[in-house]
């Protein structure tokens, strides 16, 4: 009867004990070699911290991600438990990283340059992730839209956010006149409802960063090409990945921008 008794107890004190652990390590079971296709990963919860960033730290952040829940909206603290992290997980951790470089690693500028006329009215964006979309059936928003709705169609440049090869250009029912590149990282950098291309870009075509691409339109919901006004001016910035299981894996643009603001280039226009 004792010896029951006892190895209750051993299993009562065990079961508490890990609890406790898991609790206090949340690194520790929070990561493994598909964490980056998650919706987690996808929604990309930057937070206004890192943002803020002059260039990124991927330990930190990688670090973070994890210990915070894939969530830094509230975080505002750079500590972190990174090197246990990566004694626990080593490969799951670097995979993670390796995600956020290719994503984040070779972006250089805000896609829509500001206006230095002080009395022109800028863009505005929000986080629309996920947000409900009709056209073409029930889906959600895999991208962020800049308005430029105070200004007509054409008014406003867009400049690659990367260096980069041109992979798809020309209409697209859903996206309008519309440009993808392929950043040398892997990212795939979406731009769509363009009222008109910079020049003729072809497949193949290089791209260097902050170089003109087109101009904000209203263009796409359509099969016929050059329909507009089914929406209003905007820019649709889609982020993509290549993962173990995805050809095309969205990721949320939206902190991302915010990243890119303080590295906007200034045109007069």
């Known amino acids: ?8 107890m051993i299993l009562s004190v065990f079961h508490v004990t890990m609890i406790d652990y898991l609790y206090n390590n949340p690194t520790f079971y929070q990561l493994n070699a598909y964490t980056w296709e998650s919706d987690d990963f ?9 943002a803020e960033w002059d260039s990124i730290d991927y ?5 973070l991600m994890v210990e915070h829940q ?10 972190n438990r990174g090197a246990r992290l990566k004694k626990v997980k080593p490969q799951e951790y670097r995979k993670l ?13 805000f896609p829509v340059p500001l206006n230095m006329k002080t009395d022109a009215p800028d863009i505005t964006y929000e986080n629309g992730w996920m947000d409900p979309r009709t056209y073409g059936g029930e889906r959600g928003h895999e991208g962020c839209d800049l308005m430029g709705n105070k200004r007509p169609r054409g008014y406003y440049p867009v400049v ?11 209409w697209l029912n859903k996206g309008g006149w519309r440009i993808g590149i392929r950043a040398p990282g892997g990212a795939y950098l979406y731009y769509a409802h363009l009222y008109g291309y910079s020049k003729e870009w072809k497949e193949g075509d290089t791209v260097r960063a902050g170089e003109l691409l087109g101009f904000m ?13 089914n929406f209003d001016v905007h820019l649709h910035v889609g982020i993509y990945l290549k993962t173990d299981h995805n050809e095309e894996m969205s990721v949320n ?10 590295y906007r280039l200034k045109y007069s226009y």
Do not use: H
């Open 160 to 170: 690659s956010m990367s260096d980069g090869v041109v992979e798809k250009v020309g």
């Open 217 to 229: 339109g209203d263009t796409g919901y359509s099969e016929i090409e050059g329909t507009t006004g």
């Open 253 to 262: 643009p939206y902190w991302v921008l915010k990243y890119l603001e303080k």
């Open 59 to 63: 330990d930190t952040l990688t670090a």
């Open 1 to 8: 009867m004792m010896l029951i008794v006892f190895f209750i």
């Open 70 to 79: 894939y969530d830094l909206t509230k975080v505002k603290d750079k500590e």
């Open 97 to 109: 990283k390796n995600a956020y470089i290719s994503l984040l690693g070779d972006l250089r500028f």
């Open 42 to 50: 996808r929604s990309l919860k930057l937070g206004k911290m890192v």
